[in-house]
């Protein structure tokens, strides 16, 4: 996100010297206050919870739904994923949720993924892996081979996160964080373009071109210029071990609020002050608007789970601040999903009979003339065990991917015909490259931002390794326990304490 805000670097050291004495010795907070209920104010309100016990009040805000970019539309009296859709069998914090709240994982469908670009289907799926293989070598040579291991070394230091956090460690800055786990290496690749990434690893111009391009573009709707560390995150979430929630991602949060016996507020926060009291104490006011009525609150912890860049329009003002605070630069990507209920023309793809069709879904390459990066079968939310993915020559559920809103010529392009458009816009995740550096999350004491990690990778896990960071940070920075956070050197310490 463009520039990082200039938090008054200076003012700041004076400010967390203050906080220090901001809260009476040994006593909890009484308030907590969490902006969002997506996935990363859910989690925050579980985590804070966790860590501040049950005596404290968590009170969160949402304007929307609870989930936010985990959303469904309903076809046909079934529901769809139009939002986050995919959650990696290494992301933990998301099978712990699952695992507690009891939800179960849905079935999944196996279905074949092929590439075309725009002229012709150039790589595809088969029913025989050692098939798909030897394709791959022939076309390919050892590039596939190199991004597998340099893909899984990054998941493998990144892994270490889980190990930190179980032992209470946490990180004042999204830079720090990324420093423990893989050092100036996960940092420089948080400002490095992938392409040049992968070419120095020996991949080749057309793996990057036929391969990565079309996956950046599904995950992303972006081309290969995204930073190295962002493709990681979605080449990770490319690869087969891939699961999601039976009844849809979105019940992990309002399950998460429910066992965090959070206060639900259906209310916009129109502005955050900061207020001093006469011991000192320092506390936030959030004014808020909802349900046709203005309130104000005082909390003594605030997290903010919701984008603060003026490009999406979170209306937050921040008064009363001893200097301004300046947002976080940069811009969120727009992406629109559209679930279409019809035929899909398997012509365009070369297929004129569409019972020849094979293809769950088919990616696209970055081919001028292209109007859409994806196009997909999909499956409800429930899947049961009767359940078959329809052929192409009956009727189905497609999601589609583009960057714009599709035209009704571009639809009787895509499709022979249709019964049902349902399109969803999202602000779905930061524009890659639009800013120089990392987002903070320490805007003041006891002020925290969540949002700045999707500028490292956009998931539901990162959302959630932030959530708990900022719960850690919060509790160690309460009550004043410094060696708890930014600790160099954690992987010696963790094995020490083993």
């Given amino acids: 996100m463009g520039g990082p805000p200039r938090l008054l670097l200076a003012g700041l050291m004076a400010l967390f010297s203050a906080a220090a004495s901001a809260q009476v010795d040994g006593a909890p907070p009484s308030k907590i206050a969490v902006v969002g209920a997506g996935i990363g104010g859910s989690a925050s ?22 989930g936010g970019r985990l959303a469904t539309v309903t076809v046909n009296h079934n529901d769809y994923e139009s939002g986050g859709s995919i959650i990696h069998s290494l992301n933990l914090h998301m099978q712990d949720f699952v695992k507690q709240l009891g939800l179960k994982y849905r079935r999944s469908v196996a279905g074949k993924t092929a590439v075309f670009n725009s002229q012709e289907v150039i790589l595809e799926e088969t029913d025989w892996y050692l098939l798909d293989l030897s394709r791959l070598w022939w076309r390919y040579g050892i590039s596939f081979i190199r991004l597998q291991m340099w893909v899984e070394e990054i998941m493998e230091k990144f892994m270490r996160i889980y190990k930190y956090q179980a032992h209470g460690y946490a990180f004042s800055s999204v830079e720090e964080l990324l420093d423990s786990l893989g050092g100036s290496g996960f ?14 690893l020996g991949v080749s111009q057309r793996f990057i071109d036929e391969v990565i391009a079309p996956i950046m573009r599904v ?3 972006q081309n290969v210029s995204i930073p190295a560390f962002v493709g990681a995150v979605s080449l990770a ?74 490009s999406v329009g979170s209306g937050i003002s921040f008064r009363g601040f001893a200097q301004p605070m300046e947002r976080p630069s940069g811009d969120y990507h727009s992406t629109v999903a559209t679930v279409v209920h019809g035929y899909l023309n398997t012509s365009l793809f070369g297929f004129p009979d569409p019972r020849l ?36 020559q009956e009727a189905g559920v497609y999601k589609v991917f583009s960057l714009q809103p599709l035209t009704k010529a571009q639809l009787k392009t895509l499709f022979r015909s249709y019964y049902s458009v349902q399109v969803t816009e999202w602000q779905a995740y930061p524009r890659y490259g639009s800013s120089p ?45 410094p060696d708890m956070v930014d600790q160099k050197d954690l992987m010696h310490s963790v094995k020490t304490e083993l």
């Fill in 45 to 66: 309100a579980h985590f804070l919870r966790q860590h501040f016990g049950p005596e404290v009040q968590v009170d969160v805000y949402e304007k929307g739904e609870v």
């Fill in 187 to 200: 940092i420089n690749m948080t400002r490095r373009p992938l392409s040049d990434s992968l070419l120095e």
């Fill in 219 to 221: 995950n992303y709707c």
């Fill in 237 to 310: 979430s490319a690869q087969n071990n891939l699961w999601a929630v039976e009844g849809g991602n979105k019940l992990v949060c309002s399950g998460l609020l429910r066992m965090a016996n959070a206060n639900l507020l259906p209310a916009h926060v129109t502005s955050v002050e900061p207020l001093h009291s006469a011991g000192d104490t320092l506390q936030y006011r959030l004014s808020s608007t909802g349900a046709g009525e203005t309130r104000s609150e005082l909390y003594d912890i605030v997290v903010l789970a919701t984008p603060l860049q003026d």
């Fill in 357 to 392: 069709f094979p293809y769950a879904c088919v990616l696209t390459t970055e081919a001028s003339g292209l109007f859409f990066n994806s196009v997909a079968s999909v499956c409800p939310v429930n899947v049961s065990l009767g359940f078959r993915r329809k052929q192409a």
């Fill in 437 to 481: 550096a990392l987002p903070p999350v320490e805007l003041q004491p006891n002020l925290y931002y969540l949002n700045g990690i999707e500028w490292v990778g956009s998931a539901m896990e990162m959302s959630s390794v932030a959530a708990k960071n900022i719960a850690l940070l919060a509790y160690h920075r309460w009550n004043r326990q």
